[in-house]
């Protein structure tokens, strides 16, 4: 068991670590106004995801699942877990759904930048986007990590 809850508190640093610094990143890379130091972070923001939240993510999951299932958890009731399941899913969700495709967006549109040397509004618009729907679901895990520190309402 503490293998797995290793694995599960190390895939939560991974998966909040990254997902805050990446943000930290995107923003003062933004404030630059630089389309090379923009497009860099873009792109860096998208590989890290690859890198670190992706295998956070699954070791959330799997190690979560074990840990769970071993201490008999009722997944059938409403409770601080499936709770807690529900609130990762949606931000899952807005993960794959919103940021993912603005990321792109954003990636596609400073390298334009590059081109022209001034960043366009749909890149700040994209990147808005992206800051708004990056902080809810943000925000979402660090409930979810409440829930699982205090397990409970």
């Known amino acids: 068991m503490a293998i797995a809850l290793f694995c599960h508190v190390f895939g939560a640093v991974l998966l909040l670590g990254n997902i805050i610094t990446a943000a930290f990143w995107k923003l003062r890379a933004n404030q630059t106004g630089n389309p090379a130091v923009i497009h860099h ?14 295998p ?3 070791l959330i999951v799997a190690s979560g699942t074990w840990m769970a299932e071993r201490a008999g958890y009722s997944m059938g009731a409403f409770n601080w877990l499936t709770l807690s399941l529900g609130l990762f899913g949606l931000s899952g969700l807005l993960w794959l759904a919103v940021l993912l495709p603005l990321q792109r967006s954003m990636i596609r549109r400073s390298r334009q930048a590059l081109e022209t040397g001034m960043v366009d ?3 700040r618009r994209a990147s808005l986007l992206w800051d708004v729907f990056g902080t809810i679901a943000t925000l979402l895990p660090v409930a979810v ?3 699982m520190i205090t397990k409970g309402f």
Do not use: E, P, R
């Open 56 to 58: 956070g993510i699954l």
């Open 145 to 147: 990590l409440y829930l």
């Open 121 to 123: 509004a749909g890149y």
């Open 41 to 54: 972070a873009a792109k860096n923001v998208m590989l890290a995801d690859f890198l670190f939240t992706l």
